[in-house]
């Protein structure tokens, strides 16, 4: 069974920073685009940022340009979502995504809460 594995979600000041990880099984890492959504209560999940298999694509939702980063180490099966100088507005739960259309992959993680105070 897929999992993806993820944390570091918490709670912070305005201002803050926060990395989250999400681990996944070798098998599907290797092939996917991984991607971190969130989604904020009485609102529709939305894209924060997604990387390709290889790294060489990274796509940032204009909300987060400049503040978040998303990195990936496929040694060790693991992308991360370093977020930066965090907004009341970001709080949210956040989910990990992996995709591959060509491998009919699609699988998300169980979410973790990140909660910014102002």
Known sequence: ???????GGGLVQAGGSLRLSCAASQRIFSISTMGWYRQAPGKQ????AAISSGGGSINYADFV???FTIS????KNTVFLQMN???PEDTAVYYCNAQSKAWGVDYWGQ????????
């Open 72 to 75: 990936r180490d496929n040694a």
């Open 65 to 67: 340009k400049g503040r």
């Open 1 to 7: 069974q897929v999992q993806l594995v993820e944390s």
């Open 85 to 87: 100088s965090l907004e």
């Open 111 to 118: 979410g973790t809460q990140v909660t910014v105070s102002s």
């Open 45 to 48: 999940r939305e894209l924060v």
